[in-house]
């Protein structure tokens, strides 16, 4: 297009910019698993590697501090992958009448990219 066309017609050549646009960052939910005196450890083991993918290493250590301290992080994720994996350990945990629990808490988020 020629500078006469945009200066001639509706179009304004100072409003054919773009607009930055700014993008957040998703906020990130930490799981947490919490201590009951009443779920077996092989269980709570089995959960950690069956639906968040740790070793059986990794899922041991994170048992054993629940067990010690009342509760242990198992990984932070965004909201929707955080609430599907909650909702499936409380699933697990009821079909097979144990009375584990997982809360999310939030980790961080909202920052600008």
């Given at each position: 297009?020629?500078?006469?066309?945009?200066?001639?017609?509706?179009?304004?050549?100072?409003?054919?910019?773009?607009?930055?646009?700014?993008?957040?960052?998703?906020?990130?939910?930490?799981?947490v698993?919490?201590?009951?005196?009443y779920t077996?450890?092989?269980?709570?083991?089995?959960?950690?590697?069956?639906?968040?993918?740790?070793?059986?290493?990794?899922?041991?250590?994170?048992?054993?501090?629940?067990h010690?301290?009342?509760?242990?992080?198992?990984?932070?994720?965004?909201?929707d992958?955080?609430?599907?994996?909650?909702?499936?350990?409380e699933?697990?945990?009821?079909?097979?009448?144990?009375?584990?629990?997982?809360?999310?808490?939030?980790?961080?988020?909202g920052?600008?990219?």
């Amino acid at each position: 297009m020629s500078e006469e066309k945009l200066n001639s017609g509706s179009l304004d050549a100072d409003n054919l910019t773009q607009e930055k646009i700014q993008l957040k960052k998703p906020d990130m939910y930490r799981i947490v698993l919490l201590n009951d005196d009443y779920t077996p450890r092989d269980f709570v083991v089995w959960i950690i590697m069956r639906i968040f993918y740790k070793t059986e290493d990794e899922s041991n250590r994170i048992m054993l501090e629940a067990h010690k301290a009342g509760k242990s992080t198992i990984g932070v994720y965004t909201f929707d992958i955080a609430k599907t994996k909650v909702t499936q350990v409380e699933q697990l945990a009821e079909k097979y009448e144990h009375p584990l629990k997982c809360i999310l808490e939030v980790e961080s988020g909202g920052d600008k990219g």
